[in-house]
């Protein structure tokens, strides 16, 4: 299913995954030394005192060359992976469309013509990815998700295995490890774009009925020809995740990976609210999202870093999302308060493809169980 690069599109691409590799690992690792040895002690040593907080560290850090060159090399990265990218999409889409027919056999899609996509993700260009998850531009069209599909290993630097499940594995690990006996039937990955999030549960649970939901139609085409081709059984439905056509307590297991900070401060309490309406009592809500609290409060240089993202990178809410009250969101919904938990889900990453090492990630996730008494 995946479009292939042609030999120029690939040399590119292994360019951007080396350029990338190279501004993590030889050059972000200098910036916090950079700061604590140059700036912090010139701030110091001129206002008595040290920077107190994110703001006063960014109105250095943008003033310091050396931060200003990594900022915008990180920036323009990301544009080079979709650029690269964009074209091996691009020479291969009619024969991808032409061939969808012949995947679809296994699983369904159900699309939902009327369905308004949220304004979070049509305001802007979500991680810089042109036309975000949703836009059309020819019939059936497919681009998105091949788009994802193919940019996700250079952002990770293969890391997230050969089928981009990496953060499934997380959850799937997080349930045998914590929840061992759950075996759950129903299952419904929320924001599942093109599967990804989706298929594990599949494989881990053959037994089950697995759904995937987004509202994004070029990324659900794209997820059910791609189950097709893996041989994998799971429908995909266009829907709203803040209000599904779903009955009320239809599934054992409600995840999602990477879809809360993508949406907005109306959206996050809507779509716990039904994750508890759709969950049947005894059964499991797992988020895997970004930190929803401050590692380091009382660290103004990480604190101001790690709104990198948020300003550079359009990934606007995400920083909104860690500051949002999670815990008193998703008690507010209904579940039980004992079983609401922050924690870490692990996975084991597996760089390949010329990148060494093998590694565990802590993913966090944000769990709770809609009690049985529900
Ligand atoms: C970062 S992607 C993650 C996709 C997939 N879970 C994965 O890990 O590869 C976020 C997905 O959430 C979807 N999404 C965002 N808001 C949504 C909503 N309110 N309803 C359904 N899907 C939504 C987007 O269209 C996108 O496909």
């Not at 960014?58 to 003033?63: A, F, G, I, Q, V």
């Not at 996509?117 to 990815?129: C, E, F, S």
């Not at 929320?190 to 990324?219: E, H, Q, R």
Request: negative net charge; aromatic residues 10%.
């Amino acid at each position: 299913m995946q479009p292939k690069p042609n030999h120029d599109e690939s040399v590119r691409q292994d360019f951007v995954t080396d350029l990338r590799a190279y501004l993590t690992d030889e050059i972000y690792t200098l910036i916090t030394p950079h700061y604590e040895k140059k700036i912090e002690p010139e701030f110091l040593q001129s206002h008595d005192r040290k920077p107190k907080d994110k703001s006063e560290v960014k109105s250095l850090m943008l003033n310091d060359k050396g931060y200003q060159s990594w900022s915008l090399l990180q920036r323009l990265s990301q544009q080079m992976m979709f650029t690269s990218v964009i074209d091996t999409v691009e020479r291969n889409l009619e024969a991808m469309i032409d061939n969808l027919d012949k995947h679809q056999e296994i699983g369904s899609l159900e699309i939902d013509d009327s369905l308004e996509i949220p304004r979070y993700l049509t305001a802007y260009d979500i991680h810089q990815q042109p036309g975000g998850y949703h836009s059309e531009t020819i019939e059936k069209d497919i681009s998105a998700g091949a788009v994802y599909d193919i940019s996700l290993p250079i952002y990770s630097r293969n890391a997230m295995g050969e089928e981009n499940d990496l953060l499934a594995q997380a959850i799937i690990h997080y349930i045998d490890k914590n929840i061992g006996t759950f075996q759950p039937k129903d299952i419904l990955d929320m924001g599942c774009g093109i599967g990804n999030s989706t298929l594990p549960f599949s494989k881990k649970y053959p037994n089950s009925k697995v759904v995937g939901a987004d509202v994004a139609l070029p990324c659900l085409r794209y997820a059910h020809a791609r189950a097709n081709a893996l041989g994998v059984e799971a429908d995909f439905s266009q829907q709203n995740v803040e209000k599904t056509n779903y009955d009320s307590e239809s599934f054992d297991l409600v995840t999602s990976t990477l879809l809360l900070h993508e949406t907005s401060h109306d959206a996050v309490p809507k779509i716990i609210q039904e994750c508890f309406r759709l969950l049947k009592p005894g059964g499991w809500m797992i988020h895997l999202d970004v930190y929803p609290f401050h590692k380091k409060e009382d660290d103004p240089l990480y604190d101001f870093l790690k709104d990198w993202e948020v300003i550079n990178n359009n990934e606007n809410f995400s920083g909104a999302l860690r500051k949002m009250n999670m815990k008193k969101i998703i008690e507010d919904a209904g579940f039980a308060t004992e079983t609401v938990e922050f924690t870490s889900a692990e996975a084991a990453a597996k760089y390949s493809k010329g990148y060494t090492g093998d590694f565990y990630l802590k993913l966090p996730v944000y769990v709770a169980q809609k009690s049985i008494a529900s």
